[in-house]
Nanobody, 121 residues
Framework: QVQLVESGGGLVQPGGSLRLSCSAS????????MGWYRQAPGKQRELVAT???????NYADSVKGRFTISRDIAKKTVYLQMNSLKPEDTAVYFC???????????????WGQGTQVTVSS
């Protein structure tokens, strides 16, 4: 069984920083693309940032220049460094990963349980 576990959320003042982490565990052959998504109350889940196994990154326009995604392939972990946080960044942040459980199996998407980020004074 594959599991993604996020950590690092919390309450922060506007202009502050947080670092989210997400680690994949279980019977895993390979982790391909990893990413972060978020969902604010009453809104659809949206992409925040993604990173490929080769290190190529993609960001939502709303977070460019403020957020940085990175990963440790050996640890099967993806990070999201969030700086200059704004109240509109408040949401539940979800980790996503494309996971292969064996060389003969196609990769499938897996989601973490989410971590709350609240930006408020």
């Amino acid at each position: 069984q594959v599991q993604l576990v996020e950590s690092g959320g919390g309450l922060v003042q506007p202009g502050g920083s947080l670092r989210l982490s997400c680690s994949a565990s279980g019977h895993i052959f390979k982790v391909n693309d990893m990413g972060w998504y978020r969902q604010a109350p009453g809104k659809q889940r949206e992409l925040v940032a993604t990173i490929t196994s080769d290190g190529f990154t993609n960001y939502a326009d709303s977070v460019k220049g403020r957020f940085t995604i990175s990963r440790d392939i050996a640890k099967k972990t993806v990070y999201l460094q969030m700086n200059s946080l704004k109240p509109e960044d408040t949401a539940v942040y979800f980790c996503n990963a494309e996971i292969q459980i064996s060389i003969t199996q196609r990769a499938f998407g897996s989601w973490g349980q989410g971590t709350q980020v609240t930006v408020s004074s």
